[in-house]
Structure formats: structure tokens, C-alpha cells
């Protein structure tokens, strides 16, 4: 996207230098450590990684949820506003308006004691200047736009009658009530089964393209990005491991976490006695080890990743970069294979 002098617009989302620690009796423990990036208008960011990667706390950090005993560093600018400065009330103004988040448990984010329809009018009427009866008969078509069969029946029952599907679709139908810039989708389609997650995504993405709002796909599953989403970034304890557009990191990769995530996708067309794994555990952010958090997993580790950790390095196509001290060996590997 370019403006008529031929200038491109200003990201709609810019992260600097974003630190997350959560303080306890031990200390700090650091779950989120210097990430930075940017997510452009209309565009679709995957953040993939491991559970307790630091993907999550990333997006709540970016909507301030976090409880008070978090530590935030960094700059976050969302559409010229600082959202790391602003007081309480006006960011409860900026979520669900501008920046609106779909949760991964429908059933815990959704209030159990109040119809789904009302708590879309809710969402709707604390952001815009319209009746309930107005804000009622959009939520019936928000429903219906969002695939929920017999809306108006359905707007009047409460989440514990909604099947898990029906409840995503219906935390969708919430989040763009008030036609927001960027949507947050964390782990959308976490204990769906696959059809109900591919018709998730696929409302998702239909929403997201009609709307024309910015995404920030939160998952652990590169699956359902692959066809998706305009750039993709792997996090792996706490930090960024590898970002690029989708074709770089898929199959351009030049980090070992990210192709051993890629290994670790089940090929349907290959018939194998036992699926690939990555050995070992994501270590404790309490007490990380030294260097590279990765190289005592990393099948290319050598003594020099321990000496520190490695640095966020540029690669040649732009935007695409990686953490690794071994990347050098990687493209010579890649490249003696083409």
C-alpha cells in the first residue's frame, strides 16, 4: 500500500523494545523479553511459538490486562497514541473499539449469567452513541455475518447452550461490533476439533477482509497460517526467534527452532512409523539458561551459543531476520540442497 506521492502510510501497530516481567518472591521472572515489530493496516501478522513462549502476554501486554505486580518496558504506539502511557479510562476507550481481542476460552471470557446477544449489545453500546434496541438487531446480524444459525433465536441464549464453535464464532461476532482497526485473535481455535477449527479460521478471515482490520493471529499451530497470513514471527522463550513474510519462514527458514517447529508438522501424505518431535522442554523464564535459550534442544548447537544470547540479525530478503549464530551454516545447507 502506497499514498498517491508514492510515501507508504505509518504502521498501524509499532512495538519497540517491549519487555513483560511478572515480579514474584523469587524476583522477576521475564516472559517477554525486547520483542519488537510492526503490524501495517489491513494486515495479517501470525505469532507462532510453544506454549509459554511469550506470545499471549504479548497481546495482553499490547491491551494492558496484565495484574499489578507486571513490569512493562518498551514503546507501544497504536495510530499515533502511546498505549503504554495512557490511564485507565481512556484504554478501557480503545479496547473493543479500536482494538478489540478474540480469547482462546470462549466460555471463561464470556459472562455465564447474561444472553450472548446482550453482551454484544453491551459491547456495542459502550462505544457508539445507539439505543438497545438499535445495538440488539446488530448483534442479531453480527451473529448471523459470522455463520450462527437462527441469530435471533440464538441471541437470546447464554454461552453454556453454544457449542464451542457457536462460542468462538460469537466472541468473533463481539470483537468486530464496533468495526475495529486491529483485531487480536489468541489461540482461536484451542480445543475445537479440526472441522470446526478450519470453519473458524475461515470465518476469521472472511471477517478480517471484509472489515479490513489489521490481524495478529496468536497460535502454536503453523498449519493454520500457512495460506493466510502476510508475515509470520516465531517466539520461542520470550523472545523472537525468526520473522518474515510467510514464504521466507516456511520455506526459506534460517533458524533451527522454526525448522524444527516446520519437522514437527505432520505430513498426511507420507506414511511414518513415528512423527518428528523436538526434544526436550521450553526452559523455566525463572531461570533460563545461558546463551540461546533454544541450544539445549537445538540439534546445531555448539559451546559458542551458550557465551551469550544471540542477536535478532537482518537477513537478504527484507524483513526477514533470525537469532541464531549458526545462520550462516544453515543457508550454506539449504543452499547445497537446491
Given amino acids: 500500500m502506497t499514498y498517491s506521492n508514492g510515501s507508504t502510510p505509518p504502521p498501524l501497530l509499532a512495538v519497540d523494545d517491549l519487555s513483560v516481567g511478572f515480579h514474584n518472591r523469587e524476583g522477576v521472572v ?7 515489530f510492526e503490524i501495517n493496516p489491513g494486515e495479517v501478522l501470525a505469532v507462532v511459538g ?15 490486562l496484565h495484574p499489578r505486580n507486571t513490569e512493562i518496558t518498551g514503546d507501544v504506539i497504536f495510530d499515533g497514541m502511546d498505549l503504554l502511557s495512557m490511564e ?9 473499539r479500536d482494538i478489540a481481542m478474540i480469547f ?26 445507539i439505543n438497545k434496541k438499535e445495538a440488539w438487531n446488530k448483534a442479531v446480524d453480527l451473529l448471523a455475518s459470522v455463520g450462527v444459525p437462527e441469530p435471533k433465536r440464538r441471541a437470546s441464549q447464554y454461552p453454556h447452550e453454544y457449542s464451542g464453535g457457536m462460542r468462538q464464532r460469537a466472541m468473533i461476532a463481539m470483537a468486530i461490533a464496533n468495526d475495529p482497526k486491529l483485531l487480536i485473535a489468541d489461540e482461536p481455535t484451542t480445543a475445537l476439533d479440526v472441522t470446526v477449527q478450519a470453519q473458524v479460521m475461515e470465518v476469521l478471515y ?13 497460535t502454536h499451530d503453523l498449519g493454520l497460517v500457512a495460506g493466510a497470513a502476510d508475515r509470520v514471527q516465531v517466539m520461542y522463550a520470550s523472545r523472537l526467534m525468526e520473522t518474515g513474510g510467510v514464504d521466507d519462514v516456511f520455506y526459506r527458514s534460517r533458524n533451527p527452532y522454526t525448522r524444527a517447529l516446520l519437522d514437527s508438522i505432520p505430513d498426511l501424505e507420507t506414511v511414518k512409523e513415528t ?3 523436538i526434544p526436550g522442554n521450553p526452559p523455566s523464564l525463572a531461570h533460563p539458561p545461558p546463551g540461546c535459550a533454544f541450544a539445549p534442544r537445538c540439534s546445531m548447537a555448539i559451546p559458542d551459543c551458550a557465551e551469550g544470547v544471540p542477536d535478532l540479525v537482518a537477513l537478504d530478503e527484507p524483513g526477514h531476520a533470525s537469532r541464531c549464530i549458526r545462520t550462516a551454516d544453515i543457508e550454506v545447507a539449504v543452499e547445497a540442497t537446491v
Fill in 206 to 218: 472472511e471477517v478480517q477482509e471484509q472489515t479490513g482490520s489489521a490481524m495478529m493471529l496468536i
Fill in 275 to 277: 512423527l518428528n518431535s
Fill in 88 to 96: 485507565d479510562e481512556e484504554m478501557r476507550s480503545i479496547r473493543g
Fill in 30 to 36: 521475564r516472559a517477554v523479553s525486547n520483542v519488537s
Fill in 104 to 129: 482462546q476460552d470462549p466460555m471463561t471470557a464470556m459472562n455465564p449469567v447474561f444472553s450472548v446477544g446482550d453482551q454484544i449489545v453491551e459491547s456495542i453500546v459502550l462505544h457508539s452513541d
Fill in 50 to 64: 510453544e506454549s509459554g513462549s511469550g506470545k499471549s502476554v504479548t497481546a495482553l501486554a499490547l491491551m494492558q
